[in-house]
């Protein structure tokens, strides 16, 4: 299931996050892995995603990302 959502939280040292959606009840886990960029993965907060989840037990989840992409405009204003 592909869907638009927002960046909770996400922690680079340990290389992972959440990410809230109307589409995944109690947010979604996300690894840095399954982040769809360039160089050093990671996601920030309130930034705006992309994302395909699966139903997964992931750390008490319910669901769990596996492509996450990050959407242009806010990429951009990330970069400034």
Do not use: N
Request: hydrophobic share 40%; charged share 20%.
């Amino acid at each position: 299931m592909q869907s638009v959502g927002f960046v909770r939280v996400f922690h680079p040292e340990e290389g992972w996050g959440v990410i809230d959606s109307s589409e995944v009840p109690g947010g979604c886990w996300v690894h840095f892995s399954a982040i769809q960029m360039d160089g050093y993965r990671a996601l920030h907060q309130g930034q705006r995603v992309v994302f395909e989840a699966e139903p997964a037990d992931q750390d008490g989840y319910a669901y769990r990302a596996v492509h996450v992409q990050v959407e242009p405009a806010t990429r951009a204003a990330k970069a400034k």
